[in-house]
């Protein structure tokens, strides 16, 4: 098929994740407009539980974003002015500013060309007397390379906090992420892979005293009502939401599936094309089971191709156009334009395509057509 034809399609289709499960949605709100139970309560607790156990965390902690979940992540374990937190340039905002909001200052380290996340190698000379916790992004739904992150961590006596907000469900070594750093953190945004109807995310840890911390921290720092032991904030994932959740869980795997499905099929039908030198595919290091949150390729003339692939109809997206430290937010962190070269580099190359699990077979095989035409291969 010619990707002149294609009718303009969606980058991500949340109706086409919807529709099919509608019954049991409407079937899950009404359930918790009838308890009239809207925070906290058994809707949430059951969703701890459920995504707990389904994840292989001892705790799980539900709040209102994965942006929240980070900041908690952080307040729990008192970092504040003077403390430095190491973690990647190359990365969603939100993964540097829970740092700054609370005083502390990011250390940014470069990311490993081919995958995108934290290079483990340039760890250690980043480490100081001031670091107190390392945060690995398991970006685009691919695991970080956690061993030699939390060897070093291990080593210099720092806590690991892994953003998972784009990876739920993937896999480093067999085990799932998000039970293998000290407290790591979900996002439930529409679009991530487990997505609510609205904002909501989450910790887990499998350290109780940090996750009764964490319960107080999330709830204006109250256990008890009208008593306050430390400063909290509130961040509760609305009952609603965590009804939602529960419906949505029980599809997780599915859908993981289906974008492994969509990404195996890109990659078979992309390498057939023989752009190497234009295009680089995606990896999925031994180590690594990738859930695909984005379909992620490097490539030559990055913007000329997405403005092609657009007049085409065929949307692709840049994740992310620039890396933090070269961002006016973070300029007082004194990093300049060579810094950092890789990440500034990937800022340059990477498209993003459409991967979510629902997308037509005929609408990936026209992104791939209209790739070859650009450059010239049909
Ligand atoms: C989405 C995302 C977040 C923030 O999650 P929200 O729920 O949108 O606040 C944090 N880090 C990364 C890497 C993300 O992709």
Known sequence: MKAQQIVPFPFVDLRAQFEPIREEIAAAVMRTLESQRFILGPEVEAFEKEIASWNGSDTAI????????????????????????????????????????????????DIEPRTFNLDPGKLRAA?????????????????????????LALSSGIPVIEDAAQAIG???????????GLINCFSFFPAK?????????????????????????????????????????????????????????LHLEDWTEGRR???????KLISDLRLAEHVTLPVEPAYAYHVYNQFTIRCRR??????YLSSHG????????????????FAGLGYGPHDLPESVRAAEEVLSLPVYPELPPENLEAVVEAIAEFYGTK
């Open 62 to 109: 539900a709040c209102a974003s994965g942006s929240d979940a980070l900041l908690l992540a952080l307040m729990a374990l008192d970092i504040g002015p003077g403390d430095e937190v190491i973690t990647t340039p190359f990365t969603f905002v939100a993964t540097a500013t829970a740092i700054i909001r609370l005083g502390a200052t990011p250390v940014f380290v």
């Open 127 to 151: 480490v100081t007397a001031r670091t107190k916790a390392i945060i690995p992004v398991h970006l685009f739904g691919l695991s970080a390379d956690l061993d030699p992150i939390r060897a």
């Open 170 to 180: 993937a896999k480093y070594r067999g085990r799932r992420v998000g039970n293998t």
């Open 193 to 249: 892979n487990l997505g609510a109807a609205g904002d909501g995310g989450l910790m887990t840890t499998n350290n109780q005293g940090l996750a009764d911390r964490i319960r107080v921290l999330a709830n204006h720092g109250s256990r008890a009502k009208y008593s306050y032991e430390i400063i909290g904030i509130n961040s509760r994932l609305d009952a609603l939401q965590a009804a939602i959740l529960r419906v949505k869980l």
């Open 261 to 267: 499905r969509n990404a195996a099929r890109y990659t």
């Open 302 to 307: 990055r913007d000329a191709l997405r403005a």
């Open 314 to 329: 065929i949307p692709a997206q840049v994740y992310y156009p620039h890396p933090l430290h070269l961002e006016p937010a």
